[in-house]
Structures are given as structure tokens and as C-alpha cells.
């Protein structure tokens, strides 16, 4: 499985949007960019997935690079509840997901 | 939709007996549940992946016969820690998907701890 890069932390303030950067330099063209997000104790959420081109749902927006090697999640009013580890994870269609660090993102009241 | 439950949440037990954990697809017919582990303060490992009907799939060092896992419906899966020890305490996490779908659901969890 290709491998992503994240920063291990950032910081936001509540009710300002967040940009979580991921780059993936050695994403293949069957690979889709997949982000799912964990609170503490919890198992992971989905929150968004796409291919080529951006993605908005009621969660998030994913805007994916031209050249598809880095792309940012992008969370538009940050609430406390926002806080979680965040994971950037290609993966081939219908196949397995593999977890890395992903990043801690803090909210500040 | 698309929730995934796990039972029980929280378990504690001695170590040398079996647990065992259930996942369920509450609203969806699962044809793949993979279970993953996942130790304090680090990432979610991938242990095996499943198919309704199919042995598991195990990720490599993963012991298959300490860590026995049964898809025999499209709604659950289990997984039994056989023979458990305190190094097997660990929090359990189940997900599930179905054919058409690229995403995962993931249950909340299953924290074992073996004394």
C-alpha cells in the first residue's frame, strides 16, 4: 500500500476552518485518497473518500491535487467535537485499509 | 445508516480463558468485516479480513489459531482470543463493508483487558 505523510499535530481555533494537509507522492491511479477520523476510545469514522476530483459532504470537503500527490481535508467551522486523530489512507478499491499515525488535531475554545 | 455494533464494549478476564467479541451490521448487509487492534497511543493494526461464508484472511503475524474469527452471516462476524494473556489486552475494533461500497464502518470497540 502506498504510503501517506501528516503532520503529528495542529491546532485550531473553534468556529475557524481547519486544512489537514496529506501528500502521497507515490499514489498509483487506482488508488483513492480515503479520511476517517478517531475521537478518544472510539473506533474510527468515516468522513470522506475521493479519486480525482473534490468532495464535498455534510462532514467535510476533500480538495485532491492536480497531479494527485498531496490533498487536504478540509473541515469548514471547527467545533470541539472536531477533535480526534484524523487519517489520510489511499486504498485501492474494495481493498483493505492500512492506518498510520495520522494527526492529532487540538480545537481551542 | 450504516452502523456497526460490538458486545461486549468492555471486558475483563483471567488470563488462559477464551473471549469472545461480536460485531454487527446493523443496517446493511456486511459481505466483508475485517478486525483490527489497536494498542494505547499508537495506530489501528489490521488483524484479519473476512468474508461472509469464507475463512479469514490474516495479516501476517497474526496467529490464526489464537485469534479465530467466524463470518457465518451477512450481519456478524466474531472474534475469539483464545487462550488469552496480558499481552492481548488491547482495545478491538471490528468494520464492515458491503460489495458496492468503498468506505468502511467501523463498530465503537471492544476493550479487553486480561489479568
Known amino acids: 500500500d502506498a504510503k501517506t505523510t501528516q503532520p503529528n499535530s495542529m491546532e485550531s481555533n473553534e468556529e475557524e476552518p481547519v486544512h489537514l494537509p496529506c501528500n502521497h507522492s507515490?499514489?498509483?491511479?487506482?488508488?483513492?485518497i480515503h479520511w476517517y477520523r478517531q475521537l478518544p476510545s472510539q473506533g474510527p469514522e468515516y468522513v470522506i473518500h475521493?479519486?480525482?476530483s473534490n468532495v464535498n459532504n455534510r462532514m467535510a470537503s476533500l480538495a485532491i491535487a492536480e497531479d494527485r500527490k498531496s490533498s487536504t481535508l478540509i473541515l469548514h467551522r471547527a467545533t470541539l467535537r472536531d477533535a480526534a486523530v484524523y487519517y489520510c489512507?489511499?486504498?485501492?478499491?474494495?481493498?483493505?485499509?492500512?492506518f498510520g499515525a495520522g494527526t492529532i488535531l487540538r480545537v481551542k475554545s | 445508516g450504516a452502523v456497526v455494533s460490538q458486545h461486549p464494549s468492555r471486558v475483563i478476564c483471567k488470563s488462559g480463558t477464551s473471549v469472545k467479541i461480536e460485531c454487527r451490521s446493523l443496517?446493511?448487509?456486511?459481505?466483508?468485516m475485517f478486525w483490527y487492534r489497536q494498542f494505547p497511543k499508537q495506530s489501528l493494526m489490521l488483524m484479519a479480513t473476512?468474508?461472509?461464508?469464507?475463512?479469514?484472511?490474516?495479516e501476517q503475524g497474526v496467529e490464526k489459531d489464537k485469534f479465530l474469527i467466524n463470518h457465518a452471516s451477512l450481519t456478524l462476524s466474531t472474534l475469539t482470543v483464545t487462550s488469552a494473556h496480558p499481552e492481548d489486552s488491547s482495545f478491538y475494533i471490528c468494520?464492515?463493508?458491503?460489495?458496492?461500497?468503498?468506505?468502511?464502518?467501523f463498530g465503537p470497540g471492544t476493550r479487553l483487558t486480561v489479568l
Open positions: 489512507i489511499l486504498m485501492e478499491y474494495g481493498n483493505k485499509l492500512v
Open positions: 468494520s464492515a463493508k458491503t460489495g458496492g461500497w468503498n468506505e468502511q464502518f
Open positions: 475521493g479519486l480525482t
Open positions: 443496517d446493511f448487509q456486511a459481505t466483508t
Open positions: 507515490t499514489i498509483s491511479g487506482t488508488d483513492y
Open positions: 473476512s468474508n461472509e461464508g469464507s475463512k479469514a484472511t490474516y
